[in-house]
């Protein structure tokens, strides 16, 4: 099947201040992932991050959504379905990684943030 990336948006993002006074941050990432097949030939996918997830005295909070329209067309592999659990949350990654690296850069009390390289097909499994 070939498979095409027909766009990447952000459809929703939380950013917040809790504290100004930040000594250091670490990242607590949190991926959660919703496909949805509205035919036999299109794939949505919903690629929700959270950066502080469950960290008690988070000095911001920093959440938001991608979602990534696909579509395929003749056979073979990957199906959607199987492209679906691997290689559509990592194309994601890198807008998620800018939107970081940008918001954190403008706000003035933290250095950059940038998100490390991730093995999102693992953390995919280990959330199974």
Do not use: C, W
Request: glycine share 4%; proline share 6%; hydrophobic share 40%.
């Amino acid at each position: 099947m070939s498979i095409k990336i027909e766009k990447i948006i952000l459809s929703r993002m939380n950013f917040e201040i809790i504290s100004f006074d930040v000594k250091e941050i670490s990242i607590a990432l949190n991926i959660d992932v919703k496909s949805s097949f509205p035919d036999d030939k299109q794939l949505v996918q919903n690629v929700t991050f959270d950066l502080f997830h469950e960290i008690a005295e988070s000095p911001i909070i920093l959440n938001f959504t991608y979602i990534g329209y696909y579509s395929g067309e003749g056979e073979g592999e990957p199906t959607l379905d199987e492209f679906s659990k691997v290689h559509a949350p990592a194309y994601i990654v890198p807008y998620a990684r800018e939107l970081v690296a940008n918001i954190t850069s403008r706000i003035g009390i933290l250095p950059t943030l940038v998100m490390p390289p991730l093995n999102i097909h693992e953390m995919l499994k280990e959330k199974e």
